[in-house]
């Protein structure tokens, strides 16, 4: 059973040599007997998300505990059930949820996975655009941008997992939608694929302000926050009276010691500006009704959906560092086996 496991702490950007593959020996094709109620299961896809940085850091006060050093890294996955003790469980059955970057994954706490009925959409898509990260989107648009017709939604690091969602929701609320990415390439993607209005690479604006005042003549009413530092600083200044930002990441202020000071708070009071942070977790009562609506969006051909697959497990921790120097070009998943 090859496994990816944690070398030890950090406290900067992810490298890919602070996780390592080793051989974690032959594993018995069988849950153990006289263990409570598991599951065994073979790990088919992986999901790389910016937030896992967070638990490679020596810090107990986050939302998820921290990974142990030595240990296997956790993950949202998808995976097939080998064998399994839990009377909502059976052998061959596609299932999803937090499992291990490893071959074959015992999962004790079972109740925490769903299965996944098989249909057209590829096993993959429930990591991203039916997953959390899609999830994230539809529960951040609906619940925290307060959205309506005509407005005008700006979205960063939109070509990402959740970004092309939260666009494609905004284009279809009747919003008129600008997205920013790293890549040219990407900004193409937000044009061509996903149906923004307009898109520009950050990379190449010398002065942000000035960018989004020209894409904003009229200022931005919703702000869709993924990366935090002057992005930020940049949007406050263009943001309309009433306008929302809903903070959902800051990936460009990850682990660094001296976080970009932001200098435009102040613009909150004289434009009476709604800016509030959320977790896709404390929504999930809506995820059933978000499977549903996504599922038809994507087969209505509403909603399309770009990832980058990585293939096989080796390649998992390059995968995972790429999301912080932008080398993803849509949601980041490892596939570790197809059967
Ligand atoms: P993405 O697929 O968007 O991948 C990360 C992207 O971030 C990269 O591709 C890169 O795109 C961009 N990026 C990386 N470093 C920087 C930087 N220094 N400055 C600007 N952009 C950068 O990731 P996700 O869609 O999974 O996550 C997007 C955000 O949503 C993250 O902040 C994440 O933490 C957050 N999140 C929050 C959740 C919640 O419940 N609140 C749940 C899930 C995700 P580019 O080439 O465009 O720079």
């Known amino acids: ?94 299932v999803s949820g937090m499992t291990g970057w490893e071959e074959y994954t015992l999962i004790d706490k079972p109740e925490r996975l769903s299965t996944i009925q098989q249909s057209d959409i590829p096993l993959s898509y429930h990591l991203g655009l039916l997953g959390m990260p899609g999830f994230t989107a539809y529960a951040g648009f609906y619940e925290i941008c307060s959205p309506k017709k005509g407005e005008f939604v700006f979205v960063s690091a939109a070509s990402g997992a959740v970004g092309q969602i939260v666009g494609q929701l905004a284009k279809l609320h009747g919003c008129y939608v600008v997205g920013s990415a790293g890549t040219n390439q990407k900004v193409e993607l937000l044009k061509e694929k996903f149906g923004f209005d307009a898109a520009f690479n950050y990379k190449e604006e010398p002065d942000l302000t000035a960018a989004l005042k020209r894409y904003f003549p009229e200022g931005i009413d919703i702000y869709f926050e993924n990366v935090g530092g002057q992005m930020l600083d940049a949007v406050l200044l263009n943001m309309r009276v009433h306008g929302r ?48 609506d996504m599922g038809k969006h994507y087969r209505d051909g509403k909603i399309v959906y770009v990832e980058d697959m990585s293939i096989g497990l080796e390649n998992a921790p390059a995968a995972f560092v790429g999301l912080f120097s932008g080398k993803n070009v849509g949601k980041q998943v490892v596939c570790v086996s197809q059967e």
């Open 1 to 94: 059973n090859r496994k990816v496991v944690l070398r030890g702490y950090i406290s900067r950007a992810p490298r890919e040599d602070d996780m390592v593959l080793v051989d974690g020996g032959t594993v018995a094709l069988r849950v153990p007997g006289g263990a409570p109620p598991a599951v065994l299961v073979r790990n088919l896809y992986l999901s790389c998300d910016p937030y896992m940085r967070g638990r490679m850091r020596d810090f107990q006060g986050s939302y998820v505990p921290p990974f142990k050093p030595g240990s296997v890294i956790e993950g949202f996955g998808v995976a097939r059930v080998v064998d399994s003790t839990h009377p909502g469980f059976s052998a061959g059955d596609i």
């Open 245 to 292: 930002i809903a903070v959902c990441g800051m990936v460009s202020q990850h682990g660094l010691t001296d976080p970009v000071g932001i200098h435009n708070l102040y613009c909150l009071v004289p434009k009476r500006i709604r800016m509030q942070g959320f977790l896709q977790s404390d929504y999930i009562h809506m995820f059933p009704k978000f499977l549903n």
